[in-house]
């Protein structure tokens, strides 16, 4: 509804004119009931679900809209197009349509920006040979997506667009808007299409049992973490994988199904017929992005995405704009959060000074003592307009609710969550003395906490709060039942009343924070997220056990930009040793840790000598390392290198190197294989690159490439298609059929199935260069068992969610970056150190942290010691002691600041000697038997 219209200024002090396009509807007073929208009598194709639905013309652009706030379409409206209807304004309980709305102008004064535009999907109708737009049952992946959507407009089932019938075979054709300069002018790869495509026809066997489904794909880029054990459990599903571009889609018959021709591996011309096929659309930058970047002056590069540097990957050409997500190049969703942390600590770190000098704090009441008080439990329940009243007899249940024990008042409101309802809500509180609340209404996944807000700012403990989701679970699931649903909302209403004459406040939990941080790696990873800490004002301590700073990077040469990686990492380098707030131990290890968020203990350990250091977070960044091959001749000829070895070769000018007129790189050397079955994410790009500068120092050189895939993806494409129009040859070959090198007397054999030849292809090489993998550091599953966090199956040190917090250990306070986590190239390993930087000043800025007082608690009269619980807790929170009571006994103690109240322990102990606050035993117990006293 907001865009920017310009900028102005400088870093630290930018004026930004912000449009706001008329809403119609005012957002302070809109409560998404969506009356407004049931009454409206206009529709509309729907844009959420690709056209493939309709919708009105008031409307909520999709159910988790934030703000979760009604629309008006001036484009549809009948009021607004043709002054008639205003069926909304009447109907609207809250008063919230506002037809006079205008585009109004806001400047804000700012110190930094960051922009996240986003990207559009590739729109193929424009090209015949797809048939999208001609051919009814030729889909996008975008529409597929909603069509398999449980919340889309076929609930999830499968059909075909021209009749409704269920697909029994279905196509996905890749790169359709990517890696095409030909038909879409769009050379780039879209980074995220195989990974889509692999997912949509996961899915859609799930959906349709027995559905024939087929990938037509040119290289699978499954680089990500875990994507190539996704790709493998596809094929072990049955998807069939064909590496073709199929050229043009025809009608096959009337009844809508289309048939085209392509060519197999074997070299066999095939014609196959399918129910639908999806065309895996690929991203572009939506012309929005470029208005954007015009009015803040900054460059773009000649795909149109924002110009970044490898070493400054969220920093835009414009000092102070930053930038993240799909604005400077397609990525995923995981990179793209990591983008979005990391630009935040970026626009943060110039700010850093005047940290708080904005910032409010919230005063409460007191808190009234309830301790010893009988239970005054007060029922408020809601209409959500017609939501649960249309459905459910409100009155009626407030009736019976007045009968219920221990409750002493019940409220009927039309929007319990609306202000004025909140504030009634508070003189209620405060006039009957309740000190039990239960409201009755919709979920409390997006209520409970603005509740949890009235009954404190009334003097109440939060935690003297239940609620029952009459909506979701009554109103919603029975609409066709007034009856049932009223049964069933009695019944959760007297369940909440049960269990909230049991509640006890609980007592806040907060913890103090040290301000200092503990960076673990002196790699690229660590030396940024150390610089990015003490540039933000926290004083850190950077161990290495290395006798010097730099890890891997001293290794590398260029960027696949071209960009001189040692001058950059020197530099770092001296940033680090020169700033006052970083002390450097190199030589170092960790050897002891314990603690919790914002009170950690590490020891450190260097020639014998222990030092313990005090820190509120730290982050992993011990690297990894090149794996060491046992094939290909590694070894036994001095012809054969690591790509490393090769690329130092190389730069001194050695003459195996210098000499050479003929070279193989091998990829994928050691992964994507049973043992290691991942991707290193880097190699293919480095071999091209390596590669092309052996045929720019002589063109006659003869170069060859055998690859499984080639995975130059996002903007990395056009170094691909360099390498190609420079004459190096790519040859593909499948894991069962791996190259053979036989050493002989001046040169090496290098024996490689032709896939295109059909039949075995012997390069006579001067050298072969093998891409080997990245492999985790021997330190990585050390520092995990001293810091209880978790690796995968790989040894790679395990994020908390690959896509919600990709920095964070489950473990708060505790964050990770680089090879450590998993192979990247450099741009992507700054980016990741920039978020952990920012996710850990989370904690560090704030003197106290305060946790949710939803925490297990042991009873010292029922607990054993037997320690059951402490096995279980995915938290390492429980610990056991010793203590006395006459005889010396055990008994298991909960750290507080790690317990997350997931009951996990009080499910698994036999005596009830832990429970979790709020929901003991005896509450759920009430819960249940007032379930069953019907």
């Not at 015009?294 to 924002?306: E, H, I």
């Not at 190259?739 to 295109?756: N, S």
């Amino acid at each position: 509804m907001s865009e920017i219209e310009s900028v102005t200024g400088e870093q630290g002090n930018f004026t930004v004119t912000v449009r706001r396009r008329p809403r119609y509807v005012d957002p302070d007073k809109c409560i998404a009931c969506g009356e407004c929208a049931r009454k409206c009598p206009k529709k509309t194709a729907d844009e959420y679900n690709q056209g493939i639905s309709r919708r009105k013309a008031i409307y909520v652009q999709y159910p988790q809209a934030v703000p979760l706030k009604y629309q008006i379409d001036p484009a549809t409206c009948i009021k607004l197009t043709r002054g008639k209807c205003g069926a909304c304004e009447k109907i609207c309980p809250a008063g919230a349509i506002r037809f006079d709305d205008t585009e109004t102008r806001v400047t804000v004064r700012v110190g930094s920006l960051v922009l996240a535009p986003g990207f559009q999907s590739f729109d193929p109708s424009g090209i015949r040979t797809w048939g999208y737009g001609m051919l009814p049952n030729v889909v996008t992946a975008m529409e597929l997506e909603r069509y398999l959507s449980a919340s889309g407009p076929t609930e999830g089932h499968l059909v075909r667009p021209s009749d409704g019938r269920e697909v029994k075979k279905v196509a996905f054709l890749q790169c359709v808007g990517s890696r095409d300069l030909n038909k879409c002018s769009h050379g780039y790869c879209s980074s995220v299409c195989c990974m889509y495509a692999l997912k949509q026809a996961t899915m859609a066997l799930d959906h349709v049992p027995g559905l024939d489904a087929s990938i037509f794909f040119m290289d699978m880029r499954t680089a990500g973490k875990d994507f190539e054990r996704y790709y493998n459990r596809a094929r072990d599903l049955g998807i069939h994988f064909h590496r073709c571009r199929v050229h043009s889609l025809e009608p096959a018959r009337n009844d809508g199904s289309v048939y085209f021709r392509y060519i197999t591996d074997q070299g066999k011309q095939v014609k196959d017929e399918f129910d639908l096929v999806v065309l895996s659309v690929g991203l572009e930058v939506p012309e929005s992005a470029r208005d954007l970047a015009k009015s803040t002056g900054m460059a773009l590069n000649g795909d149109g995405f924002a110009a970044v540097s490898s070493f400054a990957p969220v920093a835009s050409s414009v000092p102070g704009i930053y930038l993240c997500g799909a604005f400077s190049g397609p990525k995923d969703i995981p990179h793209s959060v990591m983008e979005a942390s990391a630009a935040a600590a970026a626009a943060a770190q110039p700010l850093a000074e005047v940290r708080n000098s904005l910032a409010k704090t919230v005063t409460y009441p007191e808190e009234r003592e309830v301790c010893g008080e009988p239970p005054r439990i007060g029922v408020f329940i809601c209409h959500c307009g017609s939501n649960i009243a249309g459905v459910i007899d409100v009155k009626a249940v407030a009736e019976y609710a007045r009968g219920l024990p221990g409750v002493v008042q019940v409220e009927r409101s039309l929007f319990t969550c609306s202000q004025d309802t909140q504030e009634h809500f508070r003189e209620i509180i405060r006039e009957q003395r309740l000190n039990r609340v239960v409201v009755a209404a919709c979920t409390p996944r997006t209520h409970e906490a603005l509740f949890k807000e009235t009954l404190k700012a009334s003097g109440l403990n939060e935690y003297l709060f239940e609620m029952a989701n009459i909506r979701n679970q009554g109103s919603w699931v029975h609409a066709g039942q007034p009856a049932a649903a009223t049964a069933k909302a009695r019944d959760l209403v007297r369940m909440a009343v049960a269990k909230a004459g049991l509640l006890q406040p609980l007592p806040p939990v907060t913890v103090r924070v040290n301000p200092n941080a503990l960076v673990i790696g002196g790699g690229v990873a660590g030396l940024t997220a150390a610089l990015g800490l003490a540039e933000q004002g926290f004083p850190v301590h950077l161990v290495e056990r290395a006798c010097q700073l730099g890890g891997n990077a001293l290794h590398l040469y260029r960027t696949w930009k071209q960009e001189a990686i040692l001058p950059f990492v020197e530099k770092l380098v001296a940033r680090v040793k020169d700033h006052p707030l970083i002390t450097v131990h190199v030589k170092t290890e960790v050897v002891e840790a314990e603690g919790y968020v914002g009170n950690f203990r590490s020891t450190i350990e260097r020639s014998g000598t222990r030092t313990q250091i005090d820190h509120g977070a730290a982050v992993l960044a011990v690297g990894g390392q090149a794996h060491k091959p046992a094939e290909y001749a590694y070894g036994k000829s001095r012809q054969v290198f690591t790509a490393l070895e090769f690329d130092k070769l190389h730069l001194v000018g050695d003459e195996r190197i210098k000499h050479g007129k003929t070279f193989v790189f091998i990829q994928c050397v050691g992964s994507r294989n049973e043992e290691r079955p991942y991707c290193s994410r880097v190699c293919c790009t480095h071999s091209i690159q390596a590669a092309i500068a052996l045929k720019e120092e002589q063109p006659d050189r003869n170069v060859y490439i055998l690859y499984r895939d080639i995975r130059t993806y996002g903007l990395r494409e056009a170094l691909y298609r360099q390498a190609r129009e420079l004459g190096v040859v790519f040859i593909n070959y499948e894991l069962h059929q791996k190259p053979e090198v036989q050493p002989g007397p001046h040169q090496l054999e290098v024996t490689v199935w032709d896939h295109v030849l059909h039949r075995p292809l012997a390069i006579d090489a001067d050298v072969v260069v093998l891409a080997t993998a990245i492999v985790p550091n021997n330190d990585a599953d050390r520092l995990a068992r001293i810091y209880k966090v978790p690796v995968d199956a790989d040894g790679f040190l395990q994020e908390a969610h690959a896509k919600l917090r990709p920095v964070d250990f489950a473990s708060d306070g505790l964050f990770l970056a680089g090879l450590a986590h998993y192979p990247k190239p450099i741009e992507e390993t700054i980016t990741q150190a920039q978020a952990a930087t920012a996710r850990a000043v989370t904690v560090l800025a704030r003197r106290r942290i305060s946790l949710d007082a939803i925490k297990a608690v042991v009873d010292p009269e029922r607990c054993d010691g037997c320690a059951l619980c402490l096995d279980v807790c995915p938290y390492h929170a429980i610990s056991l002691e010793q203590v006395e009571a006459g005889s010396e006994r055990r008994r298991v103690r909960v750290n507080a600041a790690k317990c997350k109240g997931c009951g996990v322990c009080q499910a698994t102990c036999p005596k009830d000697g832990v429970s979790v606050g709020g929901f003991t035993l005896r509450q759920l117990s009430a819960q249940v038997k007032a379930a069953l006293a019907c």
